[in-house]
């Protein structure tokens, strides 16, 4: 406010009245209060210090940190993959807070590249130095569930033992194939010369790896040494099948992965059944197993790139020619033989009544299919690759992998022919939509198996 301005609402005889009225025979100013006023004050300043002083004294109730804990992980499960932001500015409303947003931020990594691998094994070591002595959790302590390439665990060199409490680790070998798969395999799981500590943690209970070229016993001997304590296996190749872009991307795809062992690689799923248990014998603790190739003969699907050109020709000729009865092998849903792995005995075929019928959606090549599509989409390959025979040989690999691997409680397969069932998406990984599962039972000596629970 200018002079004239203040000289203009100021009134002096109000200034004068003001002054001469006050009970003071001091002089003083507005802001300043008159000596009564201020013994007044001081004496109000002291009781207020006293009972601030009570407060003080007095003991708060704390929430516990289980409950902050628990409300942060709604914040934290609704927050994208890797996403800092939340979790920083959590972090720094104290040091418990830390220890919190850092634990929940850790328990389930994603990398993509060496670089973000590397990136995060710094974060950690930079976190064990300022860590306090005693406090051992730490960084990648916290993680439970790592997902990444199978390049960026190679590039990165990658130490395992870092990750103490890992139980779920997920690796995708989409950039692999018939030459790298297998060198890219030791180089990951094998331990150096002299591991000072254990290489992976015992920990370490689910392994899943997706988009492989093949499923073969030197894999499964290499998964079997180093993790012992294994006891969910997931292992899939089938996924590799591409049905995203046409027919000759399709058809390329299906030479570039061996989804289909039987009959080129094995004789038959005898054969199959026991060099896989033989490889898994290591693993005395795997209670589910799944392997994501496809129990049908290979030509199944060569046949199915064959006959897509002229559908209806194909179609017409194959239903003539299984109109006639023919004699077809033993089937049922329920399979069951004796335990006793030495003992051959006779495989029992039953049908469970109460078992809901497994359709899966299929029509002829003729119909608006997703271009392209597989043997599971298409009426003809149903028809011709014998469905019921495929789903009897899937159970018939089951029970000879289960009489084998005694602590086994699920076996699973890729199928073209399974009706397609909700998934949880923490399982949905692989070739999930085309997955059968066999449920095994033991009991009185012997085993039975089916596709739903006992």
């Given at each position: ?7 203009d ?15 003071s ?30 407060i ?31 979790v920083?500015?959590?972090?720094l ?17 994603r ?30 302590d916290?993680v ?5 390439p ?50 992976f ?27 012992p ?15 995203s ?20 690689y ?31 003969d ?18 017409h000729?194959?239903r003539?020619?299984?109109?006639s009865?023919a004699?077809s ?7 069951s033989?004796?335990?006793t ?18 359709e899966s959606?299929?029509?002829t ?7 392209p599509h597989?043997?599971e ?37 890729s ?13 949905k990984?692989?070739d ?23």
């Amino acid at each position: 406010m200018e002079s004239s301005d203040f000289e203009d609402d100021f009134d002096e005889d109000d200034f004068e009245s003001l002054v001469h009225s006050s009970p003071s025979a001091y002089t003083h100013t507005f802001t300043s209060p008159a000596p009564e006023q201020r013994e007044s004050q001081h004496k109000d300043i002291r009781v207020l210090a006293a009972d601030q002083n009570k407060i003080t004294h007095m003991k708060t109730s704390q929430l516990p940190i289980e409950v902050v804990d628990y409300i942060a992980s709604f914040l934290f499960d609704s927050c994208l993959s890797g996403c800092f932001f939340h979790v920083h500015s959590f972090s720094l409303v104290c040091s418990q807070f830390r220890h919190v947003a850092l634990r929940h931020y850790f328990s389930s990594i994603r990398v993509a590249s060496a670089k973000q691998l590397a990136a995060y094994t710094n974060f950690h070591f930079s976190l064990v130095s300022r860590n306090a002595p005693g406090d051992h959790s730490v960084g990648l302590d916290y993680v439970k569930t790592l997902i990444a390439p199978s390049h960026a665990l190679e590039a990165a060199s990658w130490n395992p033992s870092l990750y103490r409490n890992l139980k779920h680790l997920m690796i995708s070998f989409s950039s692999d194939g018939r030459q790298s798969q297998t060198t890219r395999l030791k180089r990951i799981f094998s331990p150096p010369t002299i591991p000072l500590v254990p290489w992976f943690p015992p920990q370490l209970t689910s392994l899943t790896m997706t988009k492989l070229w093949r499923i073969d016993v030197p894999l499964l001997k290499t998964v079997a040494s180093a993790f012992p304590s294994v006891k969910i296996l997931h292992l899939s190749c089938s996924e590799q099948l591409d049905v995203s872009c046409c027919w000759t991307c399709f058809e390329e795809s299906s030479t570039a992965v061996v989804h289909s062992p039987i009959p080129n690689y094995f004789n038959d799923i005898t054969k199959l059944t026991d060099n896989f248990a033989d490889s898994l014998e290591p693993l005395t603790q795997l209670t589910d197993l799944h392997l994501g190739i496809f129990l049908s003969d290979e030509e199944m699907v060569e046949k199915h790139i064959e006959h897509y050109d002229t559908p209806l020709e194909f179609d017409h000729t194959h239903r003539i020619a299984f109109s006639s009865k023919a004699a077809s092998p033993p089937t049922g849903n329920i399979l069951s033989q004796l335990e006793t792995e030495t003992t051959t005995g006779h495989i029992s075929y039953s049908v469970d009544q109460d078992d809901k019928k497994e359709e899966s959606h299929s029509g002829t090549c003729t119909e608006d299919l997703p271009f392209p599509h597989g043997p599971e989409l298409c009426r003809t390959c149903k028809l011709f690759g014998s469905a019921s025979k495929v789903r009897t040989r899937e159970l018939e690999a089951s029970l000879a992998l289960a009489r084998k691997i005694k602590t086994l409680r699920t076996i699973s397969w890729s199928s073209f022919f399974t009706s397609q069932v909700f998934e949880p998406d923490d399982n949905k990984a692989g070739d999930w939509l085309r997955r059968t599962t066999a449920y095994i039972l033991r009991a009185n000596g012997r085993v039975r198996v089916r596709r739903r629970p006992w």
